[in-house]
């Protein structure tokens, strides 16, 4: 489980298409939160990490979301994404390691969590919300999507369910939602929570 937390490994995985969960498009529960915000919002510093092939990244941008970063430890991805959107902000395209980000040069508004969670070893999750917390501005928001469900094996995606979020998202963050999703993608329907907390 140890390679989850390597580069290489999802780069090899990027490389071979063996991303499995991956919808091949913006994930309709994110697309709906996005389309109800204000205007004002357009221009919050916000992160997509671990963002992977970046749906919700390039959503954001085609609506005017000036100020978006993406970041991803591996490359390919992120190159892909460069190449269909070739007018994004190359600074705002991060190869780095989401734990490894210095809250003195990031801070964000809101953060946007799509399958990240999922993909990190489970031992890191209490290590994930730590940071989440450091890199968001003063009562910055978390804002995303859980898996409310087990998985088999030892490799990603990694479920879980409400009562461990509940504890583990507690000690940093004022809960506001964290509910079954009412308009999940149809090959998740039933096996998502909504989230939206608040740092505290």
Known sequence: ???????????????????????????PPLKAYID?????????????????????????????FTNVTLVDFA??????????YPDFPKD?????????????QYKFDWILEQTFFCAINPQRRDEYVQQMARLLKPKGK??????????????????GHLEEYQQRFETHFAIE??????????????????IKLRAK
């Open 92 to 104: 705002q395209l991060v190869c780095a390691d989401f734990f490894e980000l210095s809250p003195n």
């Open 1 to 27: 489980m140890d390679n989850v937390n390597q580069a290489n490994f999802w780069q090899q995985r990027y490389e071979s298409d063996s991303i499995g969960w991956d919808m091949g498009e913006v994930s």
């Open 142 to 159: 978390l804002v995303g999507l859980l898996f409310d469900r087990d998985f088999s094996g030892n490799q990603p995606p990694f479920g």
């Open 177 to 194: 939602i964290m509910q079954p999703c009412y308009n999940s993608h149809p090959a998740r329907q039933g096996s998502e929570l909504f």
């Open 36 to 64: 109800q915000l204000p205007n004002g919002a357009k221009h919050d510093a916000i992160l997509v990490p671990g963002a992977g092939n970046a749906y919700e990244v390039g959503y954001l941008y085609e609506q005017g």
């Open 75 to 84: 490359p390919a991805p992120i190159t892909d994404f460069a190449k269909r």
